[in-house]
């Protein structure tokens, strides 16, 4: 049940919202800006040309994933294209062929497609990413591999 004093206070924060609201109308909007964290790019990190899988209907997906001190992936690969964002941390990635890249916070990555590969944390603190798949309906996102 709300008291008077509740009452009394959404009161007075209304009328605080309406006063700054007006305050600000006057001021003009602030200027949109942008970043860019990835150039448009053709090719993966190992310099695979890019390319949508075309077997049916595209579907993108996206999720943060944090990968604590110590953990790793496990061997996977994407068959469809996968786009990263290091937002916190340093990861360490193994392909095929004995090519290791590491990736800090800020870096933007077209990860390699259809390359078994093993991303891993071995600092102290967490890697968080942000991961966006970029793929088609009945194309899985990572396939675990030995």
């Known amino acids: 049940m709300k008291t008077v004093g509740h009452l009394a206070a959404a009161g007075l924060l209304t009328a605080s919202l309406l006063l700054a609201g007006t305050a600000d109308a006057k001021r003009p ?17 190992l310099q695979q040309l890019l390319s949508y899988p075309s077997s049916s209907q595209a579907q993108v997906s996206s999720a943060v994933l944090t990968v604590p001190p110590g ?15 290091v937002m916190e941390g340093t990861l360490t990635v193994d392909y095929d062929g ?8 800020g870096s933007a990555i077209m990860e390699a497609v259809g390359t078994r590969h093993n991303g891993h944390n071995d600092t102290k603190k967490n890697v968080v990413l942000l991961v966006v798949n970029i793929g088609a309906a009945g194309v899985a996102n990572s396939v675990a591999m030995p």
């Open 29 to 45: 909007p602030a200027a949109i800006t942008s970043r860019p964290l990835l150039a448009q790019q053709e090719t993966t990190v």
């Open 71 to 85: 953990a790793s992936t496990g061997f996977h690969r994407h068959d469809a294209p996968l786009y990263a964002y």
């Open 98 to 105: 004995g090519i290791t890249k590491t990736y800090t916070a």
